[in-house]
């Protein structure tokens, strides 16, 4: 297994959509020529569930701007990511040589007098959606 990148989630991460960073965009999730997106699935290293990430070109000056959108936010969502959290994604070899994505998603602590003041924010932020 193979690292693509780490990256550490920022508030647009966590609300929107990730952007993909340019090189390994250009290595690996690459969208065909005249296509604006992709759907990549991506294997969660927690329960080895398939996850779909569509991958789309945003056309905004020089440069393409790929991101993550659709299916993204709900993999946010499930593993009640917030800002500064991180997801590390890596490339697989698969048995017929085809390659495969996998994603881990890590949950950092933030502690104050021994309480996850991490944990705190992600019981605020996510049980007002389930509401």
Not at 99 to 120: I, P, S, W, Y
Request: proline letters at 3%; glycine letters at 4%.
């Amino acid at each position: 297994m193979k690292l693509l990148f780490r990256k550490k989630l920022r508030k647009t991460d966590v609300k929107y959509r990730m952007a993909v960073p340019m090189k390994k965009y250009r290595e690996v999730f690459l969208i065909p020529e005249g296509d604006f997106s992709v759907e990549v699935p991506v294997i969660d290293m927690e329960d080895d569930s398939v996850k779909k990430f569509n991958c789309t070109k945003r056309h905004k000056g020089q440069h393409d701007k790929p991101v993550f959108g659709k299916g993204w936010i709900d993999f946010i969502k499930e593993k009640q990511l917030v800002e500064d959290d991180e997801v590390i994604f890596y490339e697989e070899e698969g048995e017929t040589s085809s390659t495969r994505f996998k994603v881990q998603a890590k949950r950092n602590e933030c502690k104050l007098l021994g309480v996850d003041l991490r944990k705190e924010i992600r019981r605020s932020t996510y049980s007002k959606q389930q509401n």
